[in-house]
T-cell receptor, first 111, second 115 residues
């Protein structure tokens, strides 16, 4: 089945810094979503982005489907951005409609 | 904005007991999912449900698990005889038509602890 790899596994930032999180996937995808898991364990939808670029406030994401990767950018990070960021994908060939998650990037933003 | 809700937020149970986790998907959504996340690990698919029947299930979803839509709003996951290894966060999700090319919206999760 499709493999999803996220990097880096851990990231520590000072408040105000910018960061880029990467998601590589092993096959073509028809669905790609980014999530933020907050310290309470809740999964927050950030983006649905199987291709192209989207922005929402300080967050933006770009997926280059032909090269099988997606990037999540966080600008001017805040302590509330701390948590784990997951990339999840689905495709017709393997996972059907079910999302396959990566292992996540754990982000810690220090004040 | 409509959202998926789940109850309870936390549940503690004894090994061998039955538990029912409840979800209310977004009202006009037709496709429902359960995922789980063992502490410190990645989120894994359990089962998808459409038109009152299971659409797909993973290897994790064995005979101890069942799903049901008992009425027009609720979607439940039952674990018949819980094991220690069932301790995890369980997420319900829904999507409007079940197409791959649409957003799955996740609920806040139920944290299950089996003692």
């Amino acid at each position: 089945g499709i493999q999803v790899e996220q990097s880096p596994p851990d990231l520590i930032l000072q408040e105000g810094a910018n960061s880029t999180l990467r998601c590589n996937f092993s096959d073509s995808v028809n669905n790609l979503q980014w999530f933020h898991q907050n310290p309470w364990g809740q999964l927050i939808n950030l983006f649905y982005i199987p291709s192209g670029t989207k922005q929402n406030g300080r967050l933006s994401a770009t997926t280059v489907a032909t090269e099988r990767y997606s990037l999540l950018y966080i600008s001017s990070s805040q302590t509330t951005d701390s948590g784990v960021y997951f990339c999840a994908v689905a495709n017709y060939g393997g996972s059907q409609g079910n999302l396959i998650f990566g292992k996540g990037t754990k982000l810690s933003v220090k004040p | 904005e409509p959202e998926v809700t789940q109850t309870p937020s936390h549940q503690v149970t004894q090994m061998g007991q039955e538990v029912i986790l409840r979800c209310v998907p977004i009202s006009n959504h037709l496709y429902f999912y359960w995922y789980r996340q063992i502490l410190g690990q990645k989120v894994e698919f359990l089962v998808s449900f459409y038109n009152n029947e299971i659409s797909e299930k993973s290897e994790i979803f064995d005979d101890q698990f069942s799903v049901e839509r008992p009425d027009g709003s609720n979607f439940t996951l039952k674990i018949r005889s819980t094991k220690l290894e069932d301790s995890a966060m369980y997420f319900c999700a829904s999507s409007e038509y079940g197409g791959i090319q649409e957003t799955q919206y996740f609920g806040p999760g139920t944290r299950l602890l089996v003692l």
